[in-house]
């Protein structure tokens, strides 16, 4: 038995291709992330332990304020601490060290010097180590001197001799300083990781990086030799007391690479998203594939039936088929997705100046998910083909006899069932007030449940919305021949058609939320933002971009300027036990008008010293009311603050709004971020954005903005999220075609006398191709149909859900939606060119000839 | 076996036609100088036993197949040598088929069956003519049945009354009774011969029942590709007689070549 299933598997090798595809793309997927995430884990870890390679241990202080995602404010060791770490025994060195990050290099272009990883430190130079030294030049001397390293050198082009512009992070204001060497790394590099590093003499580095003359970052200590880094650790951190962190190389190593690995987490879902994409679409795809194969061997089964296989051996046999398909599949799928991870891998470390790929390695995980993945999936998906095959009657099937189609009732009614518990699924995930999990557990669910309902009541909707469709196409005869031939066999055109459907519905599902999101996200900011201009710049690391306040002033005096409000912020901020964000305005009452913040309760007229203003949803998140004291708790000191007023919801300004000296004396700065700027009525936007472009001459970090482009700027994370979810789309797409061909090169088979006859009597190739590619077309038109309606309505009714979260407006992505719909016709066109072809080539004679 | 052209004129003939598959040991010559005319408006039958290239004399008159030698002509219109979109257009024009299977589409109805070859090339059917074809195949009732819904000699009908709605100038039916009962085939022969006496319209069938043959108004017997005897007004008896001849006698080509 298991010899006549090898030899049928072997004689038809397009099939294998063809369902042993869909396999090999999920299952690709599914382990290239996995590859990709061990891959980069791995570049990080490695890059760290090449950065802590020398440090037997380190110790800080423990901030005050932790920041978040992986913002720190600088600590500060003073002289007295080393004198206690240099006594405690084991300890052969204790030096003071100043590292702070936000030392920022201005180029010749007056604009900050881009870097990549956002990391650009200060530090002083304590000299060559087996990681640093000096390439060339010679060590800062005097505190007006310093060195760069070579990547700094490299993205600047700053040379020996001349003279760099620094904005330095203890006053955040910009000094010059002479270029006196240039540092290299051990083998040769620029950097270790794609850092920039200005080295300054400790004097200079502890007060331009810190702030304050006889403080260290850290205290890099060196163990005495023979003595254990553990033993050690636990004697300096029962001497220093636990306001400090004593921390191993190693430990260090692990802490700082952790975040990085984090934010690359992001592609590992995107993959893994690919990979069930794909694996759902492949599932319709080898339902389909194994459908057609059964019934090819239908007459080749019932035969062996006749001669006396059970009906055991019959679905074991094509179960075998199934579980060599996927079997073969899953390996091909892991060897693609090794290959995929680590050019992915390659690829997002070139995004990365100076990280290293590690070598390849593949993940346990991958191997064991991609064999049960793909092996289980296929067998699964052949189950019921090979179930039906079993339960023909040999005699009916030996027959030349076509078997009479089934009636749908019993899918249909399935399908609606399907349909409604997914549904209920996703209604009770929106509505329900459950846990934050239980939600998206609920309504994940319910879309995959729904997925399939729908997917179930494709049959039924097929002869009538196909009829329809291809009312487009019976102008002619070729057309007329190609759309009966779509509705003919509706199981198999809507189980094809479903693996489109589920492609589409997804993605546009998608794209009505984000852009449902964005819309709203417009609306929202155009409402309330009264600014014609805005001032602002990225944030790319704990120290905020400011305006140089010299700058602002002249602005200010600009003709066409109306009112201009500078805003400061401090994120390094808890009120109580929670993380905060703080504000202050320098000219609330136009900040008001401005930002159109309204009064929701109290008072929000004026903010005196002592005083905050939260907006409705802080102020709910804080269980406050007006009247309530809260304990804020800022870089330079705690105040207790009373609440004077609320103000109605804002998506410009949210958070905690205090006074502007009191933000003088707690924040680390209070330098102005950003700035909102109206004009004069008859001025010329355009031309006032010039003007206070060319005055932002001291303020490297900032642009200008007009209110259109800084909503554009403000929204650019959805224009990315939609493209993000066209890119799923191909994939989908691609798996889809695949069915549709698929679908149409069995179909061509199967009908070869037909149209062997079609050619006799007259019937030209190209009226032949032209039949072939109407059907494709009108299969595909009906998968996307039935996509953007499900996706659609998915889209839809998570958005009319979620109303009172900010989805304000429903807005549909008509323009994506046509896109999909010439999409659609694109696919019908391109599948049916390799089974038109087919079917124009075949041999008349052959074709009409008797078996 | 010339001079038994009718008044009037040759429907199709081929000229000195060889066909050769392979080459080498494993060459097989389906046919040997087949030099034969087939009378307009007349029932011409192929005989011969199995292999002896009576099929692929059919396929090569109707343009399906291509000649290793020789000319093949429909009336005035020389075969060979035409390209595939040529030949596609002849066999729109000018030929009809009939086939052992039917071959009918089974999304069609019966009467857009019918129709099709008009359809193909763009064509209206003649109102009066598929009245007369479809009275004279007795489909009236069924002409809005698909295919599934007919009986098999229903459907041999419905092909019948497909290649004659064309008004072509040869129809070639392929044993058009091999898959049938004896009455309905005995219905469809009867068809086919009223079509040759009422209509004029000329029919070449292959087929190896000698009933079947006896319908015709001539029987041309074919033996190893070549012509080996024929025989006018044949009877079933008379057709029994001359197989159970050329089979005893051993073909020879010396026979096939002396009597043309």
């Known amino acids: 038995m298991i010899k006549a299933t090898l030899k049928s598997l072997l004689a038809r090798k397009l099939r294998l291709l063809l369902s042993g595809l869909a396999v090999v793309l999920a299952v690709t997927f599914i382990s290239g992330s996995f590859v990709l995430t061990d891959t980069l884990g791995r570049s990080f870890d490695k890059l760290f332990e090449t950065v802590y390679e020398n440090t037997d241990i380190q110790v800080t202080t423990k901030p005050p304020i932790e920041g978040d995602a992986g913002f720190a404010l600088p600590t500060s060791i003073r002289s007295e601490d080393i004198a206690k770490v240099k006594a405690v025994p084991g300890v052969e060195k204790a030096t003071g060290q100043i590292a702070v990050n936000g030392a920022r290099v201005i180029g010749r272009n007056n604009k900050l010097v881009p870097n990549t990883t956002g990391t650009r430190l200060g530090a002083n130079w304590t000299g060559d180590d087996e990681v640093a030294k000096i390439r060339d030049g010679q060590a800062p001397t005097s505190d007006n001197e310093v060195m760069l390293n070579g990547q700094v050198a490299k993205d600047s082009g700053y040379k020996i001799g001349e003279t760099v512009k620094v904005k330095t992070p203890a006053d955040n204001l910009i000094h010059e300083f002479k270029v006196v060497g240039i540092v290299g790394n051990s083998g040769g590099r620029d950097s270790i990781g794609g850092e920039h590093i200005v080295f300054f003499t400790e004097k200079a580095a502890q007060e331009f990086l810190l702030g304050a003359p006889g403080t260290y970052s850290l205290i890099d200590v060196r163990a005495a030799s023979g003595v254990p880094l553990a033993t050690l650790q636990k004697d300096l951190r029962a001497a220093l007391g636990d306001q400090y962190l004593v921390e191993t190389g190693a430990e260090l190593a692990k802490k700082n690479a952790a975040p990085l690995k984090q934010i690359f987490k992001f592609f590992n879902y995107v993959l893994l998203g690919f990979g069930v994409i794909a694996l759902m679409v492949g599932i319709f795809l080898i339902l389909n594939t194994f459908s057609i194969v059964v019934a090819q061997r239908t007459r080749e089964l019932a035969l062996m039936r006749a001669m006396g296989a059970g009906r055991g051996q019959m679905v074991g046999s094509v179960l075998t088929e199934a579980f060599i398909v996927g079997l073969i599949g899953s390996t091909l799928g892991l060897l693609a997705g090794v290959g995929l991870g680590a050019l992915g891998a390659w690829g997002l470390a070139q995004t990365v100046d100076g990280l290293e790929v590690a070598g390849l390695a593949v993940p346990p995980a991958a191997i064991i998910l991609a064999f049960a993945i793909g092996i289980p999936v296929t067998l699964i998906a052949a189950l019921m083909p090979a179930l039906k095959a079993a339960f023909i009657p040999p005699i009916a099937a030996m027959r030349d006899a076509a078997t009479a189609d089934r009636p749908l009732t019993w899918i249909t009614i399935s399908g609606a069932v399907v349909t409604l518990i997914g549904g209920t699924f996703l209604f009770l995930g929106l509505n329900g007030t459950g846990s934050g999990t239980t939600t998206l557990l609920l309504v994940l669910a319910g879309v995959l449940v729904l997925l399939v309902g729908s997917a179930l009541l494709t049959p039924f909707l097929c002869r009538p919305v196909v009829s329809v469709i291809g009312r487009l196409f019976s102008w002619s005869v070729p057309g007329k021949l190609g759309r009966r031939n779509s509705s003919r066999n509706p199981r198999r055109t809507a189980i094809t058609a479903a693996a489109v459907m589920i492609g589409i519905a997804l993605v546009t599902g998608i794209s009505t939320i984000v852009s449902s999101v964005e819309a709203s996200a417009t609306k929202a900011i155009d409402k309330q933002l009264a600014a014609d201009l805005v001032i602002s710049g990225e944030q790319t690391s704990e120290i905020p971009p400011t305006i140089d306040p010299a700058d602002l002033s002249r602005i200010r005096n600009i003709d066409g300027v109306d009112r201009t409000v500078a805003v400061t912020y401090e994120f390094f901020a808890k009120a109580g036990d929670k993380d905060a964000f703080v504000l202050a305005y320098d000219d609330w009452a136009a900040a008001r008008a401005v930002l159109h913040l309204e009064q929701e309760s109290g008072n929000i007229g004026e903010i005196a010293p002592g005083q905050v203003v939260l907006d409705k949803n802080t102020a709910k998140d804080a269980n406050l009311k007006v009247g309530d004291t809260v304990n804020l708790q800022l870089p330079k000191g705690a105040k207790q603050m009373q609440v004077v007023g609320i103000t109605k919801e804002s998506d410009v300004a949210n958070g905690w709004t205090i006074s502007m000296p009191d933000a003088q004396a707690l924040f680390r700065s209070a330098a102005p971020i950003s700035a909102y700027l109206t004009i004069d009525s008859g001025a010329s936007a355009a031309a006032v954005k010039k003007a206070v472009d060319a005055d932002l001459r001291n303020s490297p970090e900032v642009t200008v903005q007009t209110r259109d482009e800084f909503v554009d700027s403000q929204l650019f994370f959805f224009t990315f999220l939609i493209g993000a979810v066209q890119v799923l789309l191909m994939v989908a797409i691609a798996i889809s075609v695949l069915g549709v061909i698929n679908t149409l090169v069995l179909s061509v088979l199967e009908r070869t006398r037909e149209l062997g006859m079609l050619r006799a009597i007259g019937l030209r190739r190209s009226q032949t191709m032209r039949m072939i590619t109407v059907e494709s077309v009108v299969i595909s038109l009906f998968g996307t149909l039935l996509g953007l309606g499900v996706g659609a309505g998915l889209g839809i009714s998570v958005v009319k859900a979620l109303k009172d979260q900010g989805f304000s407006t429903l807005a549909m992505p008509w323009g994506l939606m046509g896109a999909y719909l010439l999409a659609a016709l694109v696919i019908g066109v391109g599948a049916a060119v390799i089974p038109a072809v087919r079917a124009a080539r075949l041999n008349v004679l052959n074709a009409i000839a008797y078996e | ?260």
């Open chain 2, 1 to 260: 076996m010339t001079g038994t052209i009718e008044a009037t004129g040759t429907a199709a003939r081929t000229v000195d036609v060889w066909k050769v598959y392979g080459s080498g040991e494993a060459q097989v010559i389906a046919l040997r100088s087949v030099s034969v005319e087939l009378g307009k408006g007349k029932f011409t039958a192929i005989m011969g036993p199995s292999g002896s290239g009576k099929s692929t004399l059919m396929h090569c008159l109707a343009g399906l197949d291509s000649v290793t030698r020789g000319e093949v002509f429909i009336g005035d219109t020389r075969l060979t040598g035409m390209n595939d979109k040529k030949l596609t257009e002849l066999r729109r024009t000018k030929v009809g088929f009939i086939f052992q299977q039917f071959n009918l589409l089974p999304t069609l109805t019966a009467e857009e069956n019918i129709t099709l070859p008009l359809s193909i090339a763009g064509r209206k059917p003649d109102k009066a003519w598929f009245d007369t074809v479809i009275d004279t195949v007795g489909l009236r009732d069924r002409l809005k049945h698909r295919p599934t819904q007919l009986s098999g000699g229903q459907q041999q009908r419905v092909a019948c009354a497909r290649a004659l709605v064309a008004r072509p100038e040869v129809i070639f039916a392929d044993e058009p009774t091999g898959n049938l009962d004896s009455k309905s085939g005995a219905e469809v022969l009867g068809f086919l011969r009223n079509s040759v006496r009422e209509f004029g319209q000329t029919i070449v069938m292959v087929t190896h029942d000698p009933v079947a043959a006896s319908y015709a108004d001539r029987v041309i017997f074919l033996a190893d590709g070549a012509v080996v005897s024929e025989l006018f007004e044949p009877t079933a008896d008379t057709v029994l007689d001359k197989l159970k001849n050329i089979e005893v006698n051993a073909p020879s080509l010396t026979k096939a070549e002396a009597q043309q």
